[in-house]
């Protein structure tokens, strides 16, 4: 399962740190992506990070401003977000893709299968 925690409230320009943990999972190579998914819209990834090949990969509209990272000792992944906007505010998933072998760009193309986390809010205020 994993489990996500670090979301909040916070005024644009803004940072918070997202964490993902990990536990059940059988292989300790891991890709994992962090999703979005505002009122009223489609469910978006941000980011992705692959353990083996180390790769990270990142959506137009974050890039720059997050980032993704893991230790694989605490089995955690996350997603520290700095310069928030607005257009920020989500509940926040993450979302470990079943399978080996991907680089981070290549994840972004796989649907299914996927186990998520419970999600967390982060709202950014103007």
């Known amino acids: 399962q994993l489990v996500e925690s670090g979301g909040g409230a916070v005024q644009a320009g803004g940072s918070l740190r997202l964490s993902c943990v990990r536990s059940?999972?059988?292989?300790?190579?891991?890709?994992v992506g962090w999703f979005r998914q505002a009122p009223g819209k489609e469910r978006e990834g941000v980011a992705w990070i692959t353990t083996r090949p180390s790769t990270t990969h990142y959506a137009d509209s974050v890039k720059g401003r997050f980032t993704i990272s893991t230790m694989k000792a605490e089995n955690t992944v996350y997603l520290q977000m700095n310069t928030l906007k607005p257009d920020d505010t989500a509940v926040y998933y993450c979302?470990?893709?079943?399978?080996?072998?991907?680089?981070?760009?290549?994840?972004?193309?796989?649907?299914?299968?996927?186990?998520w986390g419970q999600g967390a809010q982060v709202t950014v205020s103007s």
């Open positions: 979302g470990e893709i079943l399978g080996s072998g991907f680089t981070a760009a290549q994840a972004t193309q796989v649907k299914s299968p996927i186990v």
């Open positions: 059940g999972f059988t292989f300790e190579d891991y890709t």
